[in-house]
């Protein structure tokens, strides 16, 4: 079974940027794509990007927010910039089988405890 932890949230000012990362334990000979997602108070949870097995990726968020990962390192980040406080929310990282992106909540097997960002001066 999948385990994914997620790091690197924090209180950052308007305008600033911030990288999370996502750990993922527990491959079996399966592909699996991951994707990022956030929640903020009293709104949906919502898919923001997800990347492949193989590092081809779709973005669901516009040019602020960029998917990448290291193999090696079992690790799937995700780059924010321009950040401004309706970006506050808790983040999440998630993962399905298969090399199958979408930004579909409920399409999403495994899920990390979630990351806090607070964008804030």
């Known amino acids: 079974q999948l385990q994914l932890v997620e790091s690197g949230g924090g209180l950052v000012q308007p305008g600033g940027s911030l990288r999370l990362s996502c750990i993922v334990s527990?491959?079996?000979?399966?592909?699996?794509?991951i994707g990022w997602f956030r929640e903020a108070p009293e709104q949906e949870r919502e898919g923001l990007s997800c990347?492949?097995?193989?590092?081809t990726s779709e973005n669901y968020r516009g040019p602020r927010f960029t998917i990448s990962k290291d193999k090696n390192k079992n690790t799937v980040y995700l780059e924010m910039s321009s950040l401004k406080s309706e970006d506050t929310a808790v983040y999440y990282c998630?993962?399905?089988?298969?090399?199958?992106?979408?930004?579909?909540?409920?399409?999403?097997?495994?899920w990390g405890q979630g990351t806090q960002v607070t964008v804030s001066s």
């Open positions: 998630a993962a399905r089988r298969g090399d199958i992106c979408n930004n579909n909540r409920s399409t999403y097997e495994y």
């Open positions: 527990g491959f079996s000979s399966d592909s699996y794509s």
């Open positions: 990347i492949r097995t193989f590092g």
